[in-house]
DNA sequence: TTGTACGCGTTATCAA
DNA sequence: TTGATAACGCGTACAA
């Protein structure tokens, strides 16, 4: 299994390995014949050209990260679909490391990339990310892109969605509806995901002068046991409320357990928004009204802004937000949605 | 960002390239006191480790690729998951990409792959990858391990799960709770894994004096909406038909619905078996009884495998097939399942 | 178009 | 026993 090198299809062709070089990468000037010379030669000693050794000349490389907590959520198992489609039109490799929200894998995963000589790298950066590792990354001025996860720090490009929009859009429906005790279910500390969903929300409700009720905005984990515990207690101490934001579609799920549990209807007597707009959210009964990020979009976006950094766009640091959208379903009541995805 | 060499490291620790090169990969016998000098000199320069240039030396790396159709599908996602666990245990880079059932984009991945010498890889073949694509595969002489897929070719590895197995145990329980009239719903052609599932449905109606009726073994392709038209358009024509087994989790969800529609309640006048064990398995009302393939422990034992093989291990082909499992839940009727996951 | 120095870590060979 | 020397892997880019 000796591989064949460029030298030895120069020499097969009669020509330097500068003439081979340049016919591979369509560089330079070379005449009609001898490129034909150059592609028979190739094409006869079955050359496999060496990624690794133009790597080192060029010190770098094709390949890019992508680092997230967890592809098993749906919603990143999307955004990597959108960017994984976009590296390949590009003839990018990617890599995918999962930090399980360990700072530590996450450190390891970037060290590797700068091992390598990865060209760019896109981050979903864990929970507790300490700020030395951000100005260690940006000291390294290799491209990376921040995505889903909001980031205060303006030097990193970002591309997410508007999550204070988002929140906004689902409060104002419930309002129109003509909900006025509207609580906010779900998201944990330290999550500025959750802060933005939040702040849609409360400056919502007072823009239609509606005071907000801290006690009315409750934590839950993100898994449906969860926002059914969070739910069963907050209705029990305020059965006056009528509806209600989640944090996450998964969470909602939970809280229409919990509304059966205590003898009410979803989407009759109690009007419910998720957000994430996960495959479940269609299906449940009744459907769940909720607030759409576009994952594959992000995904998309964070690779095109990637990729044009990679190229040398050296433009300020770009934020990336993406509109969401309210697909309004069935849990708020109203005649039934029509087929929807 | 001038980086630091190896050399600059050697000079600065008063030795050679190559002791700093022995020290840093623990070879060769060097003293304390050396070990020490070039300890510091590389902490002190910040020096990071090229592997492009140790890869080109050593005419192979330490990156290995990953190709599915879809890393939207939660089954591969979590096969995804527990492969990138693995090998980061061992210190290796993912490449992942998604061919979209794409031959030549899952051909473009591969040469990228041998561009790039990765030092093996783990394949979900696209449906319909000529013999040729695995005859080239084999002359490239690179460890490949063949997931999920079926293979006929018994000269790759290959990991995967016991669909014949899975089958009939789910056939086994429906006929246990009754059923007499039972449907298999969902797949599509030139499918090697719905093949063996079929052939483990029909022969368990066998053994239990059942005839199976070919009419009532239909395809879907892997969605909700084409399960629900399947499936409505069976059950109209077939009303006696009281049990399903589907052949994803997420076609009998679309059956679901196509109950709901017909009048049918899911769980109490007709049973559903579904394949996969996705995570919205657990969610919908009623929960979905469903045959679970272990989708991460396929990604790491192909990971463990694929290991062992780079490592030199020149056994003969493997075929790792992993037992699936029956969870029990409410989509049969029965006493509500207990907690579960 | 060509000749060739260069990018940088690895390892076989050899010296102390 | 410990460590140095130098050839090597192979594509790239610039001077000629």
Redesign the interface.
Same mark, same amino acid.
């Given at each position: 299994?000796t591989?064949v090198t460029l030298a030895q299809v120069a020499q097969r062709a009669g020509v330097s390995t500068a003439t081979v070089s340049m016919v591979l990468r369509n560089r330079g000037r070379i005449s009609p014949a001898t490129r034909e010379r150059v592609l028979k030669a190739l094409d006869e000693t079955g050359y496999?050209?060496?990624?690794?050794?133009a790597?080192?000349r060029n010190?770098s @490389?094709n390949?890019v990260g992508?680092l997230l907590h967890? !592809?098993?959520n749906?919603f990143y198992? &999307?955004m990597?679909?959108g960017l @994984?489609?976009e590296m390949?039109r590009h003839?990018l490799?990617?890599?995918?490391?999962?930090s399980e929200e360990s700072e530590d894998?996450q450190q390891?995963?970037v060290d590797?990339l700068?091992?390598? @000589?990865a060209c760019g790298m896109v981050l979903c950066a864990a929970r507790a990310t300490p700020a030395s590792f951000f100005a260690a990354l940006k000291r390294?001025?290799i491209p990376a892109i921040m995505v889903v996860r909001p980031l205060s720090d303006p030097d990193f490009d970002f591309v997410g969605t508007d999550n204070f929009l988002g929140a906004q859009m689902a409060t104002t429906h419930l309002i129109q509806l003509g909900h006025r005790n509207i609580a906010f279910i779900g998201g944990g500390a330290n999550s500025g995901t959750r802060a933005q969903r939040v702040g849609g929300f409360t400056s919502t409700l007072l823009e239609n002068d509606l005071t907000p009720v801290p006690e009315w905005i409750v934590m839950a984990q993100a898994s449906?046991i969860d926002g059914a515990k969070a739910a069963a207690s907050l209705l029990s101490r305020y059965p006056q409320i009528t509806a209600a934001v989640c944090y996450q579609d !998964?969470v909602a799920?939970g809280v229409m357990q919990a509304l059966r549990a205590a003898g009410r209807k979803p989407g009759q007597d109690f009007a419910l928004v998720g957000f994430d707009d996960i495959? &479940?959210a269609?299906?449940?009964?009744p459907a769940l009204t909720t607030v759409s990020v576009a994952a594959k979009e992000i995904g998309r976006k964070a690779g095109e802004l990637l990729y044009s950094r990679i190229q040398g766009n050296d433009e300020p640091p770009k934020r990336i937000i993406l509109p969401p959208a309210l697909v309004i379903r069935e849990s708020c009541g109203g005649p039934r949605a029509g087929?929807d995805?």
């Amino acid at each position: 299994m000796t591989s064949v090198t460029l030298a030895q299809v120069a020499q097969r062709a009669g020509v330097s390995t500068a003439t081979v070089s340049m016919v591979l990468r369509n560089r330079g000037r070379i005449s009609p014949a001898t490129r034909e010379r150059v592609l028979k030669a190739l094409d006869e000693t079955g050359y496999v050209y060496n990624q690794t050794a133009a790597n080192l000349r060029n010190r770098s @490389s094709n390949q890019v990260g992508l680092l997230l907590h967890d !592809i098993t959520n749906p919603f990143y198992a &999307e955004m990597t679909a959108g960017l @994984s489609h976009e590296m390949e039109r590009h003839e990018l490799l990617l890599f995918l490391a999962n930090s399980e929200e360990s700072e530590d894998r996450q450190q390891k995963f970037v060290d590797s990339l700068m091992r390598n @000589s990865a060209c760019g790298m896109v981050l979903c950066a864990a929970r507790a990310t300490p700020a030395s590792f951000f100005a260690a990354l940006k000291r390294r001025n290799i491209p990376a892109i921040m995505v889903v996860r909001p980031l205060s720090d303006p030097d990193f490009d970002f591309v997410g969605t508007d999550n204070f929009l988002g929140a906004q859009m689902a409060t104002t429906h419930l309002i129109q509806l003509g909900h006025r005790n509207i609580a906010f279910i779900g998201g944990g500390a330290n999550s500025g995901t959750r802060a933005q969903r939040v702040g849609g929300f409360t400056s919502t409700l007072l823009e239609n002068d509606l005071t907000p009720v801290p006690e009315w905005i409750v934590m839950a984990q993100a898994s449906q046991i969860d926002g059914a515990k969070a739910a069963a207690s907050l209705l029990s101490r305020y059965p006056q409320i009528t509806a209600a934001v989640c944090y996450q579609d !998964i969470v909602a799920l939970g809280v229409m357990q919990a509304l059966r549990a205590a003898g009410r209807k979803p989407g009759q007597d109690f009007a419910l928004v998720g957000f994430d707009d996960i495959t &479940e959210a269609a299906l449940v009964q009744p459907a769940l009204t909720t607030v759409s990020v576009a994952a594959k979009e992000i995904g998309r976006k964070a690779g095109e802004l990637l990729y044009s950094r990679i190229q040398g766009n050296d433009e300020p640091p770009k934020r990336i937000i993406l509109p969401p959208a309210l697909v309004i379903r069935e849990s708020c009541g109203g005649p039934r949605a029509g087929v929807d995805r």
